[in-house]
């Protein structure tokens, strides 16, 4: 077997932990997989953004935007937007491979156990795609995310508008009508899942309609912090 990235021969390193215990088959070789590093210094409590600050200025902008009380509780981003990252994103998302989405599979999970454990009856909700998009791509990312995690995945939110957003102002996109619609009431915590954090407005157009509906916490769980 090839590693999912680089291509080269995965060369199995045998020790007696692999012999007794068969885990699961590598994907990526030792090379490529110590490129994966999580981010761990110091973050902002609410985003994941590494900030000396507990809650940085986005965030606190976030807050004062919602009469002091952000609609978010938190985000959790396990790595940061290195060219490493950005690069195996671009191929599994905008160019279809699929398979390698599984790279991400084990510390998605990790980061899960650690971060949202004490949310026993959280449901997991992925941000969709518009359906042109899906279409395009034919599958989205964030169920994918969603689907390594041991809760409940619900698909009640669709999206209506396209998801060009980049080239808009902060404000341009927060007054934009809001691109999805939910079609269901929910009284359980909310973990939504998507690849990307990163300025926080799409998530939060997604939790604004989920605390509308009855949703007592929105959490965010996204793979990169942007
Ligand atoms: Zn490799
Ligand atoms: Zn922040």
């Known amino acids: 077997m090839n590693c999912l990235w680089c291509h080269d021969e995965l060369l199995l390193e045998v020790n007696w932990s692999n012999v007794i215990f068969p885990t699961k088959a590598q994907l990526i070789c030792g090379t490529c997989e110590k490129e994966l590093v999580p981010l761990s210094g110091k973050r902002c409590k609410r985003c994941s953004r590494e900030s000396h600050l507990d809650v940085c200025q986005d965030c606190l902008w976030w807050e004062n935007y919602h009469h002091g009380e952000d ?29 390698l989405g599984h790279v991400f599979e084990q510390s998605f999970k990790q980061h899960f156990q650690q971060n949202f454990k004490k949310l026993r009856a959280a449901v997991a909700i992925p941000i969709p795609l518009s359906s042109e998009r899906l279409q395009e791509r034919c599958f989205n990312q964030a ?74 916490n929105v959490y965010t769980y996204t793979l990169v912090r942007g």
């Open 71 to 99: 609609i978010m509780e938190y985000n959790y981003s396990v790595f940061p937007y290195t060219t490493h990252i950005q690069d195996m994103i671009a191929k599994w998302k905008y160019r279809g491979d699929y398979e």
């Open 143 to 216: 169920s994918m995310l969603a689907s390594f995690l041991p809760i409940q995945t619900l698909d009640i939110l669709t999206r209506v508008h396209g998801e060009k957003q980049s080239k808009k102002t902060r404000m341009e996109r927060i007054s934009t009508k809001n691109p999805f619609i939910l079609h269901q009431t929910l009284n359980n915590p909310v973990i939504l899942v998507d690849d990307i954090y990163t300025t926080g407005t799409t998530l939060r157009h997604a939790a604004s309609l989920l605390k509308k509906a009855g949703c007592p």
